[in-house]
């Protein structure tokens, strides 16, 4: 399935969520040239690339919250909780706590490869 929208903010946590539940999110991006990508390898082995990198993926958070991430998608799943209530609270944190660092880089390789 496929989930159409203007993009809007945490657009990569969108990315994440629709990813790892199954759906291809397929925003509408107004400004494709102010649009970031970024890379798992150093930047610097792209340098043809190098206007459009805006970092290098932290896969560290990936690794290291991969069971959480995998138990938030079961709950969304199951209908314990819906996408939006776990975005909503993602996002109340005054500093973004490693789950939800680890779900935007998720959504950052995802957002890199619709892009």
């Known amino acids: 399935e496929e989930h ?3 993009a809007a903010g945490f657009v990569d946590h969108v990315f994440a969520m ?3 539940l199954g759906f291809r999110f397929s925003p509408r991006i107004k400004s494709i040239d102010k649009t970031k990508i970024y890379t798992i390898d150093k930047p610097s082995y792209y340098p043809e690339l190098n206007f459009m990198i ?14 959480s991430l995998l ?3 079961s ?3 199951n209908g314990t909780v819906t996408p939006s209530l776990i ?3 993602l996002a109340s944190y005054p500093r973004q706590n490693s ?3 680890a779900l935007r880089e998720i959504g950052r390789i995802e957002r890199t490869l619709y892009t």
């Not at 805006?54 to 069971?67: A, H, P, S, V």
């Open 4 to 6: 159409y929208t203007d």
């Open 18 to 20: 629709c990813h790892m």
């Open 54 to 67: 805006g970092g290098t993926i932290q896969m560290k958070y990936i690794r290291e919250n991969w069971d």
């Open 71 to 73: 138990r938030l998608i």
């Open 75 to 77: 709950s969304v799943q």
């Open 87 to 89: 975005l909503k609270k």
């Open 99 to 101: 789950l939800a660092v």
